[in-house]
């Protein structure tokens, strides 16, 4: 057995991981996802993750086909079952995923963290792995282990092999292959016996939020993983309490993740405390041009700027007490950015609301794009807009023009300028081929439009848009140069495969939830790759 114990853990990871991508069903009935990982993990471990590694049914009929578009290969198992023997063969394993994990390995596989030793800077955890042959799944461990391995022993009735140097261990207890460091397996052990993480209710967890069918979700809490760091000896007491205090402003709560797979699409979502002040999103995306190739949208801008400002003011100062005691009361960063800018960030960035932008365009001489900022206080944002025109009217690099409500400008160098105006609570920026009414008055808007439907309704329930990015208009611009690269040309199926990607949060209580969908696509017709060959991720 490897003397870093974690070694073994990563191969088996390695397997799984590919095994999950390679094991694709074809069946179009639901599956019974079987033993379940988290009731061999501690209920009050800090950090936990579980993925299906054996889809079958729809989850595995899914999986097949987005992958088949993502990697442009109609096998992904043969390519993907290649991939985990060749790395088998390089750690000089005379075992194949056909011969010796396919014939054990259940559905689902979890891992967990419940400690770290500073002294040896190891983690006290394990592997966490559903089997449906234990005599197969001792086999397959045993062999990979070899000579390395070391005693034998019974813990609480589960036969226990440790490592040589007794960093690691491994063993079968029912339905499950625990791998990892000794004190992880046996505490697999015991929560197997006892209390343990599957018995904990989703919205204790945050796990509510995640979706049926999710094919991978993990949990990590905060608070327990401080203990945990606290109990290590990791981090000095001062970086530590720096640290709580951070994640005090949070908001209590676990954070959590999870991936989901249609068959022309992945999903990634997340949720965890919302934090003091935290708003509900701006819908301010959904009104942008709807030829807009990319596009996004943030909330509260300003408040998020004050916030930062503030939180860097005490960071300067404590740093600055700590390396010169006496001198953080004589200098504010503040006033000497104000000195040497002439900016007040306070007074002239704290009107800003929710800000949205864009870029359109499928042509260099055709490219434009804008940005709108909402305000309450319209007064302050002419303040700030006129500010801006004087800063600018200062350089000889550019033109400046005067206009009713703002200011138009035009770089003397490049045949692209820009227009700034306030209309209507809106600070509006329009640059390149766009006008100001482009921006504030677009014939279509992404709500209009159907292929920012199509994404949207890929992404997770209930969450606003936020970020979004349509891949065929960039590939027309890349084209409208006419200039052939072999990178590129290489690079072309891979960016044809892609569709879009888009990304929203929500904020439900007091937590939030954010996630983002990459959409995939079939090749258009004549562009498969010249010589069929397909991208593998070799673990």
């Known amino acids: 057995m490897p003397a870093n114990p974690l070694r073994l853990t990563a191969l088996a990871l390695l397997a799984l991981v590919a095994t999950a991508l390679a094991a694709c069903g074809d069946s179009d009935e639901s599956i019974d996802l079987g033993p379940d990982?988290?009731?061999?993990?501690?209920?009050?471990?800090?950090?936990?993750?579980?993925?299906?590694?054996?889809?079958?049914?729809?989850?595995?009929?899914?999986?097949?086909?987005?992958?088949s578009k993502l990697l442009i290969t109609d096998d992904v198992g043969a390519e993907l079952e290649g991939a985990i023997d060749s790395e088998l063969?390089?750690?000089?394993?005379?075992?194949?995923?056909?011969?010796?994990?396919?014939?054990?390995?259940?559905?689902?596989?979890?891992?967990?963290?419940?400690?770290?030793?500073?002294?040896t800077e190891e983690a006290d955890g394990a592997l966490v792995v559903a089997v449906t042959d234990a005599g197969a799944a001792q086999s397959f461990v045993d062999q990979a282990v070899g000579d390395e391995a070391g005693a034998e022993r019974d813990y609480n009735g589960v036969r226990l092999t440790v490592s040589r140097d007794g960093g690691s261990a491994y063993a079968i207890d029912g339905d499950f292959l625990l791998i990892g460091s000794v004190p992880g397996v046996e505490d697999a052990i015991d929560a197997g016996a006892g209390d343990s993480f599957a018995e904990l209710d989703d919205a204790s967890t945050g796990l509510d939020a995640a979706p049926d069918g999710a094919v991978f979700e993990l949990y990590a809490d905060p608070q327990k993983a401080i203990d945990v760091v606290e109990a290590s000896g990791a981090v000095p007491a001062p970086?530590?309490?720096?640290?709580?205090?951070?994640?005090?402003?949070?908001?209590?709560?676990?954070?959590?993740a999870w991936g989901s797979v249609t068959e022309s699409s992945f999903s990634?979502?997340?949720?965890?405390?919302?934090?003091?002040?935290?708003?509900?999103?701006?819908?301010?995306?959904?009104?942008?041009?709807?030829?807009?190739?990319?596009?996004?949208a943030g909330t509260g801008i300003g408040d998020q700027i004050s916030s930062s400002l503030e939180q860097f003011k005490a960071g300067f100062e404590a740093g600055l007490e700590e390396q010169a005691p006496g001198l953080a009361d004589e200098v504010d960063p503040e006033q000497v950015f104000q000195e040497a800018t002439g900016l007040d960030l306070e007074r002239d960035l704290g009107w800003i609301g929710d800000v949205g932008g864009f870029v359109e365009g499928t042509s260099i001489f055709g490219l434009g794009g804008g940005l709108v900022i909402t305000t309450d206080d319209q007064g302050a944002a002419e303040d700030a807009v006129a500010k801006l025109q004087s800063v600018l009217s200062g350089s000889r690099s550019v033109k400046v023009t005067p206009t009713q409500s703002g200011f138009d400008i035009q770089s003397k160098r490049l045949p692209f300028g820009a227009h700034v105006a306030v209309e209507d609570d809106e600070v509006v920026v329009a640059a390149g081929a766009d006008t100001i009414d482009d921006v504030l008055s677009p014939t279509e808007t992404l709500a209009d439009s159907d292929t920012f439907q199509a994404a949207e309704d890929d992404l997770d329930d209930g969450l606003t848009p936020s970020f979004f990015v349509n891949f065929a208009p960039i590939v027309d611009l890349i084209d409208s140069t006419g200039e052939s690269d072999p990178d590129l040309e290489a690079a072309r199926p891979y960016l044809n495969a892609l569709d879009f990607?888009?990304?929203?949060?929500?904020?439900?209580?007091?937590?939030?939830v954010g996630g983002f969908t990459l959409g995939v696509q079939d090749q258009p017709e004549g562009e498969e790759g010249s010589d069929g060959s397909a991208a593998v991720i070799a673990p």
């Open 268 to 296: 990634v979502g997340a949720a965890g405390p919302a934090g003091e002040g935290a708003t509900d999103p701006t819908d301010l995306l959904t009104a942008l041009p709807g030829d807009s190739w990319l596009a996004f």
């Open 37 to 67: 990982p988290a009731s061999m993990v501690p209920a009050d471990t800090p950090f936990y993750a579980v993925a299906v590694v054996r889809p079958e049914g729809e989850l595995g009929d899914d999986l097949e086909s987005a992958l």
């Open 501 to 512: 990607l888009i990304a929203g949060s929500d904020l439900d209580g007091d937590r939030s």
């Open 89 to 119: 063969a390089d750690e000089g394993l005379d075992l194949t995923y056909d011969g010796d994990i396919a014939p054990w390995l259940g559905i689902r596989a979890g891992a967990f963290l419940n400690g770290y030793d500073a002294k």
């Open 239 to 256: 970086d530590l309490a720096r640290i709580e205090d951070q994640l005090a402003g949070l908001g209590d709560g676990p954070f959590d």
